[in-house]
């Protein structure tokens, strides 16, 4: 038992089966009969489809069917749609227009899906959608959000004019406007928060088979969740949720990008019961730069007032997210409700007032990436602290711990929103401060500058807010052969779900850990889940398991009155065990599982321990944290090097904590791909995607990381039983601006006072220059 404690460092259960080659991911399906599809997808960014011809293609050797969008309009399908419609801060409605599964009349981004090929082999569905013919007249194109709203910009759709999706607001713009009136000093920055595209290890796809018989859909499909698909797929084929069964096996990584139904999965639902036999669609990596839901894209502009203390008294925000062609499932809700709820961050804003401008451009669709707006909005933040800082010439580190909001405050509700149960941020900020010898920075600046290179110091404070579902589900079932199955509303993708379950489990029922299985991903089984996405899944699922096993261990009681003969309320359970109590005649819940389930075999009154509970979840959760970086910049290459990061994260209680060590240094290495080498890149003329491989597209690659150094103060959380906060977004969310704010500390002798992401060698280069040519 002590090896699945609660705060045990537990190595992963689920890495011995996925180390083996025993995990079973999308790919590895492969049904009887089962054909293969490809997408015929736009070469434009904009233009009118004026003729398909279709007749080629389906004289290919191989090819069973080619699919165009007047084939499923035909059929009744309908688009997708946004699941969050926007109300504009004049009271009308924002734009929600249509997403067909394939273009009718025009396309909007480059990879739109116009037809949808079916063969027996991959390569002969190849072939025939080579030989598919679409006729264009193209148009003019508009990729920059910060011009799409420009008189003359090139229309994305014809009933959302200047391209505005929605112009939505939050909070006291009066009382903010009136507190920037008296302040001492007001900071203004404008920042770009860069595209990025996912990434994820595993492309998307998807296996689809139509029972006839049953008029009953089944879709194998890598998800984040499979209810959400299945609700929206039941949606588009005009049909109950009962016709669809989503069953999504292993999956290699997401990040927020494979929660969403896509055109695919329609397709193949439409494909395969059009021809009668399963058909599968797996992207290739180049086909996921253009069909995946990319992440970020927004331009802002932040002002922070000041007061002659140095106290923060007012934020006020402009930003312009950029939304794509289409709205993606929850694509307005990410810069507004999910990104505004953090604006406050830790300090103790009198007022905050945010407006944000969604708008369309002829680009993939941008939804949710890991931090789903958290992200963008602390970057802001921690980007302004730091300029006013040297504005007003007080160290970074005393102007943040003198705004932060006081322990003693606690809950302490914010102007945007939010209402944080718990948090010692000057706690974590001095901890982080001494774990990284923050006093003794400028020996260190010293040295690198006798080789030649300016060393920066930088830090973030950052303040997550977790998202999600309202409730989630856990079943606990004693399985004929000993084992203990728990079912579970959440999706893993490589977080380590199965572990803390397991522990949670172990812990509360006293099973030991080795005798339970973690079951996911079946919307048969799994009537109803939340799934993975927005830090959520511990503190949600969590306290349905908890939930859930309260309930085993009353059935428990009751059988164990039954099976010892005597009365429920005599009957104590501890450490796995039933007992009389005051005597020493007693029962292991395991061996009472298993004699109820002998009784009812024999026809016999028994009770059973098996539960299912869905456990309302009440509120969000506030991990937070600090995270501080130590660079050097070559000046002659404008080459940033890594030399160290640390994090000191209140994440709440750690039920595991190598498993949020090893999701915290996951978030940091996105979030620094992000500052310095990832972006998604557009031709502003011909829409054409510029970094459309990993040729163009640069990842961090481990030598770009030192060790990360993550130490996590407990601080627990008091909305939840199990004290936790939430920790898979928390390294994304801080490390961006950290890594930002160290590479301008470095470059500030220089004269360089602002850059935006990512800080390539060019970028940095051309600061410097730009800098030393400005001071002659």
Known sequence: MTKFGLAQPVRRVEDPRLLKGAGRYTDDIVLPGMLHGVVVRSPHAAARITAIDTAAAVAVAGVVAVFTGADLAAAGVDPLYSAVPMTNRDGSAGANPPHPALAQGFVRHVGDPVAFVVAETLAAARDGAEAVAVSYQQMPAITDPARAMDEGAAQVWADAPHNLAFDWEVGDRAATEALFARAHHVTRLTVINNRVVASSIETRGAVAAYDAAAGRWTLWANTQG?????????????????????????????????????????????????????????????????????????????????????????????????????????????????????????????????????????????????????????????????????????????????????????????????????????????????????????????????????????????????????????????????????????????????????????????????????????????????????????????????????????????????????????????????????????????????????????????????????????????PNGCHMAEVEVDPETGVVQLLRYIVVDDVGRAINPLIVRGQVQGGVAQGFGQAVREQAVYDPDSGQLLSGSFMDYALPRADDLPDIEVELLEIPCTTNPLGVKGAGEAGAVGSPPAVMNAILDALAEAGVADLDMPATPEKVWKAIAAAEATSL
């Open 226 to 622: 499979g209810w959400l698909v299945k609700e929206s797929l039941a949606a588009a084929f005009r049909t109950e949720q009962a016709s669809f069964r989503i069953v999504t096996p292993d999956v290699g990584g997401a990040f927020g990008m494979k929660i969403f139904p896509y055109p695919e999965h329609v397709c193949l639902a439409f494909a395969a019961r059009a021809v009668g036999r399963p058909v599968k669609w797996l992207a290739e990596r180049a086909e996921s730069f253009l069909s995946d839901t990319h992440g970020r894209d927004n331009v802002t502009l932040g002002e922070l007032a000041v007061d002659g203390d140095g106290r923060f008294l007012a934020l006020r925000t402009r930003n312009i997210a950029n939304m794509g062609a289409y709205l993606s499932t929850y694509a307005p809700f990410i810069p507004t409700f999910a990104g505004t709820i953090v604006l406050a961050s830790v300090y103790g804003f009198r007022s905050v007032y945010a407006n944000v401008l969604g708008v369309f451009t002829h680009t993939v669709p941008v939804d949710a990436y890991r931090g789903a707006g958290r992200p963008e909005s602390n970057y802001l933040v921690e980007r302004l602290v730091d300029q006013a800082a040297r504005d007003l010439g007080i160290d970074r580190v005393e102007l943040r711990r003198r705004n932060m909001v006081a322990p003693s405050a606690m809950p302490w509700q914010t102007p945007v929103g939010g209402r944080y149960d718990s948090g010692e941020f000057v706690r974590v900020l001095d901890a982080a401060a001494a774990k990284m010898d923050w006093s003794a920075f400028r020996a260190r600046r010293a040295l690198s500058a006798r080789h030649g290179l300016r060393r920066g110091i930088g830090l973030a404070y950052y303040l997550e807010a977790t998202g999600g579902s309202n409730s989630e589900r856990a079943e606990i079932v004693f399985a004929e052969d000993g084992f203990v199955d728990v079912y579970v509303g959440t999706q893993s993708s490589g977080q380590g779900h199965e572990t803390a379950y397991v522990q949670l489990t172990a812990d509360r029922l006293g099973i030991p850990g080795e005798q339970i299985r973690i079951h996911q991903g079946d919307t048969d089984r799994i009537p109803v889940g939340g799934g993975t996405g927005g830090a959520r899944s511990l503190y949600s699922e969590g306290q349905a398991i908890l939930l859930t096993a309260r309930s085993v261990i009353d059935k428990g009681r009751q059988a164990a009155s039954e099976a010892l003969e005597a009365a429920a309320a005599d009957i104590v359970f501890e450490a796995g065990r039933f007992t009389i109590a005051g005597t020493d005649r007693g029962i292991d819940i395991l061996s009472l599982a298993a004699t109820q389930r002998a009784r009812r075999a024999r026809g016999e009154e028994a009770t059973l321990l098996d539960a299912a509970e869905v456990a309302a979840i009440d509120a969000h959760t506030y």
